[in-house]
């Protein structure tokens, strides 16, 4: 069984940087394509950003020039850098994987089959 442990959520004020983590256990994670959603209060949970195994990005059009997504599969461990950031992107962070070499849409949640807890992230202006 995969778990994903994601850290490093906080509040910081606007135009403000963070550093998330996620560590998986359990897996083979060198074979995983990781994402980051994010879900902020009575809205659906979306896309954020993903890396596949090969190391290849895809980034939603509000993550782009903000968010880096970066792997060490030495380390089990996927994070998500955040600069610039304004209280639009305040909610839950949540680390995803999906195994298997994957090729696929990482875009969408319903590819992944494991998930972490979520981390909170709270923007003020």
């Known amino acids: 069984q995969v778990q994903l442990v994601e850290s490093g959520g906080g509040l910081v004020q606007a135009g403000g940087s963070l550093r998330l983590s996620c560590v998986a256990s359990?897996?083979?994670?060198?074979?995983?394509?990781m994402g980051w959603f994010r879900q902020a209060p009575g809205k659906e949970r979306d896309f954020v950003v993903a890396?596949?195994?090969?190391?290849?990005?895809d980034h939603a059009d509000s993550a782009k020039g903000r968010f880096t997504i970066s792997r060490d599969n030495a380390k089990n461990t996927v994070w998500l850098q955040m600069n610039s950031l304004n209280p639009e992107d305040t909610a839950v962070y949540y680390c995803?994987?999906?195994?298997?070499?994957?090729?696929?849409?990482?875009?969408?949640?319903?590819?992944?089959?494991?998930w972490g807890q979520g981390t909170q992230v709270t923007v003020s202006s």
């Open positions: 890396i596949t195994w090969s190391g290849r990005t």
């Open positions: 995803a994987a999906v195994e298997g070499f994957y090729s696929g849409n990482l875009r969408r949640s319903g590819e992944y089959r494991y």
């Open positions: 359990g897996g083979a994670f060198s074979s995983y394509g």
